[in-house]
């Protein structure tokens, strides 16, 4: 699985959810995690999630993850849900260990009552895709939300530090899924 941290700021709009977004706009084949900072604000038909649809999802500041999998063909929405939980878990660890008190409700991260995370997993024919942002700041979140950010739990937090999380983040992911493979490859099976 390839890492890929990008130094410039996009907006998460939806589409990089899309099959192949990181090959068809970076370059990068195959398995991968890319990670960046920026806003968000999904289109209304960009929206995957029906829980969603007519929701205003946005943040002015999000560090972003995508994943793609290219290595269960078909693609299974199932294990690409179950790899989610698995992230969002590293994700949670990741923040407990800077002191954070962080409760987690399925796929979503909370301070206290607040929303600090977004996330969403699907599939195409060809890979399993899994978003997820976390909110550094809860400026330009929508207004009928309560929601967190890393800056409101995290003191002396900047985007140097964010992006040594993120790789952290990154590289815990890349090793679950390759110590999963691992016990697999040593099994013995009836």
């Known amino acids: 699985m390839k890492i890929n941290q990008l130094k410039d700021s996009i907006k998460y709009d939806g589409s990089q959810i899309e099959p192949m977004w990181a090959f068809q706009n970076l370059n990068i084949k195959g398995s991968s995690i890319i990670t960046w900072i920026g806003p968000m604000?999904?289109?209304k038909d960009e929206i995957i999630d029906y829980e969603d649809v007519g929701l205003e999802i946005k943040a002015d500041e999000m560090l972003h993850f995508i994943i793609e999998h290219y290595d269960c063909q078909p693609a299974d929405l199932r294990l690409c849900y179950h790899r989610q939980r698995i992230f969002v878990t590293?994700?949670?660890d990741a923040l407990e260990s800077r002191d954070?008190?962080?409760q987690r409700k399925g796929d979503d991260l909370f301070i206290n009552e607040g929303k600090l995370s977004v996330s969403i997993a699907t599939c195409s024919t060809s890979s399993m895709k899994i978003h997820f942002g976390i909110n550094i700041k809860t400026k330009g979140t929508p207004s009928n939300i309560q929601?967190?950010?890393?800056?409101?739990?995290i003191k002396d937090?900047?985007?140097t530090l964010i992006r040594e999380m993120a790789q952290i983040?990154?590289?815990a992911y890349k090793n679950e899924i390759i110590s999963?493979?691992?016990d697999i490859s040593k099994t013995r099976v009836f």
């Open 169 to 171: 983040i990154c590289e």
């Open 90 to 92: 590293i994700v949670k």
């Open 180 to 182: 999963i493979e691992d």
């Open 100 to 102: 954070l008190n962080i």
């Open 157 to 159: 937090l900047d985007h």
């Open 147 to 153: 929601t967190a950010g890393l800056m409101d739990g």
């Open 41 to 43: 604000n999904i289109k």
